[in-house]
């Protein structure tokens, strides 16, 4: 890391092992100090070197122009029972943090990092609009495994068995990162939140994405797209004012695999299987396109007092119910939708049945599937996922290539 050659080259060199014989001065790893305390009251622009084992310590401070350097692969654990682990202003690497009510307060500067059995992992305070981007930290058991306030992106990390992966605020960007067994892969509750999540792995949760903004006229503006959600009983649920683009992503097992309540939602090129219910809208307008969806309902309009003005066009439904109205403020249209397996709707008015939809092990499209070029093209673009131009694009998921296309009062989506 080259931010650690610089801090050597500026600063000096503090070491610290908990095997080392009492009274070091900490100038080399003969004559270390036995506890990181010790080094970090003295430190000052220097980078500090922490030996394997277990440091039972808390209220640890790093100084805005000191770097901290576990040994790596958890061979460091700094050990607490409550209180606040360590507060980064300067840099930290190579440790695992357990054991606190707050694990770790930073501001920049964290890489490979763990966090383990914390009330709270990684907290991240108000840094008054600063955007901070964390790689390669993993958070094991916390009830909450990172904490963010205002800005913050997260890459290649990973969260197993937290209540809470990521309670964000302001905006997060999360990208390439893993969620595994646990409550809540990331939950969005700030007052106007926004951001994306992408390319990421949530596995084995009660729920994967949720949004729940803190004051009753806030709006959740995130793109959630090419993700695996697996095993995940609520793929993607926002209760409360939000604009959704939810993208590409394959989702199987569990309850409901979509849930949305006000909003410009629009939901596209999504495969979707094993599920209970597919989506359900709630008071929404936006458009629900070239999905594939096996589930026992596909499509489920809720709004019982404001309208739904949803387009519902050329997705892919094995369902015992492909579209199904539960309320009165439903005004949705359906286009270019086919059905296997709708025993219990009646076929007409944008949904067509088919005995077979003709798809591989995959859920791609055979060449003889009925829905091979079988949408009109006034959706995106007429290309299927190798580029290749079509007379018109197939109803489903994936051979269609839509767009990445935003409602009209997305903010926007960060790469």
């Not at 439903?330 to 949904?351: E, F, K």
Request: contains cysteine; aromatic residues 10%.
């Amino acid at each position: 890391m080259w931010w650690l050659l610089v801090c050597a080259a500026l600063g000096g060199d503090i070491y610290v092992s908990a095997a080392a014989p009492a009274n070091g001065d900490g100038s080399s790893w003969t004559t270390a100090y036995r506890t990181i305390g010790e080094a970090l009251a003295v430190a000052d622009d220097d980078t500090v070197y922490v030996g394997s084992g277990t440091y039972i310590e808390s209220d640890l401070l790093v100084p805005s122009r000191t770097t901290l350097v576990g040994a790596g692969a958890w061979g460091v654990t700094v050990q607490g029972t409550g209180g606040t682990g360590i507060t980064v202003r300067g840099r930290a690497s190579g440790l695992l943090v357990r054991g606190f009510d707050v694990g770790m307060v930073a501001y920049r500067g964290l890489d490979d990092l763990a966090f383990e059995d914390n009330g709270v992992g990684l907290d991240l305070p108000s840094t008054d609009g600063m955007w901070w981007t964390f790689t390669n930290l993993d958070f094991v058991d916390n009830s909450v495994g990172l904490r963010s306030t205002d800005y913050v992106s997260v890459v290649d990390s990973t969260f197993v068995g937290n209540k809470v992966g990521i309670l964000a605020g302001q905006a997060s960007y999360v990208r390439g990162s893993t969620f595994a067994e646990g409550g809540v892969g990331l939950l969005a509750n700030g007052h106007y939140p926004r951001g994306s999540v992408r390319t990421s792995t949530f596995e084995g949760l009660d729920v994967g994405v949720a949004f729940e903004p803190n004051a009753g006229t806030a709006v959740a503006e995130y793109a959630i797209y090419e993700n695996t959600l697996d095993g995940v009983d609520a793929g993607i649920v926002s209760l409360e004012p939000g604009d959704l683009l939810i993208h590409q992503n394959r989702m199987s097992g569990g309850t409901t695999a979509i849930e949305l309540g006000i909003g410009e939602q629009w939901v596209v090129n999504n495969l979707i299987t094993d599920f209970e219910v597919g989506m359900v809208f709630d008071s929404t307008s936006g458009l629900v396109a070239h999905n594939t969806v096996f589930a026992t309902t596909g499509w489920q309009c809720g709004s019982s007092i404001w309208s739904n003005t949803t387009r519902v066009h050329a997705n892919a439904f094995s369902a015992h119910y492909p579209v199904r109205t539960d309320g009165a403020g439903c005004q949705h249209r359906l286009t270019d939708n086919v059905a296997q397996w709708s025993r219990n709707y009646n076929p007409g008015n944008g949904l067509r049945f088919v005995i077979d939809l003709g798809l591989d092990a995959n859920y791609v499209p055979v060449s003889t599937s009925t829905l091979r070029d079988a949408a009109t093209d006034d959706v995106g673009v007429v290309e299927d996922l190798r580029g290749v131009t079509r007379n018109a694009p197939d109803v489903g998921a994936l051979e269609y290539r839509a767009p990445i296309r935003k409602p009209s009062s997305f903010v926007g989506i960060r790469p």
